[in-house]
């Protein structure tokens, strides 16, 4: 327990993904700083040893005025295993990052921790997700899934000018047939939204539901099949949304266009940006490559 004079922390962030290469590669690859260009931050500084530092800047690095731009490594042990420390709000927090062998591939699990409660509104949980999602993407398909632009991302800073929506897009592999069918078939999407038993009866307002009632989408208002699905979602006690996902085809590929829209005020769409940044680097590895690989054991309620 915190002392007196000490902030509460907010639970372990603990997420695993695995990645269909071995050990070594992945080692090699994730402390590659010319790979990191292409997950971790637009331009990279390193020494990866222990005492040294990762440092990761541009338009799509994790860091802002709450969230500082460099990793400072205190423990490494080559192929297995990096102990790092992370400034979040002024705290030093920690976090370990473990390469596992597996019989088809490697496990990355990160733990990251004690986070100060001020931070709850940075939705780090969600961070990590599109960055070992990324991570993955550029691992085995060769190209990052969906970079999170981090350039007005200042969540603790809201002012009425801020977007009152949501728009975020990715590009998948395959016709608009497959990703509307990950979209809309129950077991295939729990595999990118994390839901054990979504229901979904696909016509115009049947039930849409990935989690409990009152926890996300709610209806069908719109669904033609293989371009275009829109739901309306509720989040406990927010105002009614509305959530449209085009399938636009390009070539032999298609643009997955998501837009959030219908919040009230800019306050409201606080983690639904980097949240849906999640979701969409799911769906990619998804529709790519038959599965997400990432598994996350902790949320921040």
């Keep these: 327990m915190p002392g007196n004079d000490e902030e509460p922390v907010l639970p372990v962030v603990r997420i695993t993904a695995h990645i269909s290469k071995p050990v070594p590669e992945v080692w090699n690859t994730f402390l590659d700083p010319v790979r990191m260009v292409q997950w971790l931050g637009n331009e990279i500084t390193s020494d990866t040893k222990k005492g040294g530092f990762i440092t990761f800047r541009g338009k799509n690095a994790p860091t802002n005025s709450e ?7 205190t423990e490494f042990s080559q ?36 986070i100060p409660l001020s931070a709850s509104r940075l939705y780090l949980p969600e961070h990590w997700n599109v960055l070992l999602a ?20 200042r969540p603790l800073r ?70 275009e699905i829109e739901f309306s979602w509720v989040y406990e006690d927010e105002s009614e949304t509305i959530v449209n996902v085009r399938f636009d085809p390009a070539e032999d590929y298609t643009v997955v266009n998501l837009h959030h829209h ?15 940044t999640s979701v969409l680097s799911e769906l990619k590895l998804v529709c790519e490559l038959g599965e997400s690989g990432i598994m996350r054991y902790s949320d921040w309620k």
């Design 262 to 276: 219908d919040f009230r005020q800019p306050e409201d769409i606080v983690g639904y940006d980097i949240g849906w």
């Design 158 to 227: 809201i002012t009425r000018y801020d977007p009152k929506e949501v728009r975020q897009s990715v590009l998948i592999r395959a016709p608009p047939s497959l990703p509307f069918d990950v979209w809309t078939n129950p077991e295939k999407l729990r595999h990118f939204v994390r839901a054990p038993k979504p229901k979904v009866d696909p016509q115009y307002a049947g039930i849409y539901t990935w989690w409990a009632e009152g926890r996300g989408p709610v209806l069908f208002r719109k669904l033609v099949p293989d371009k």
């Design 67 to 73: 969230i500082e731009d460099t990793w400072t490594i």
């Design 79 to 114: 192929n297995k295993a990096i102990l790092c420390s992370w400034s979040i709000m002024g705290v030093e927090t920690l976090f370990v990052l473990r390469f596992s062998e597996l019989a088809k591939g490697t496990l990355i699990e990160v733990k990251h921790g004690a």
């Design 134 to 153: 990324n991570f993955k993407s550029v691992t085995e398909l060769g190209e990052p899934a969906v970079r999170f632009d981090y350039s007005d991302y």
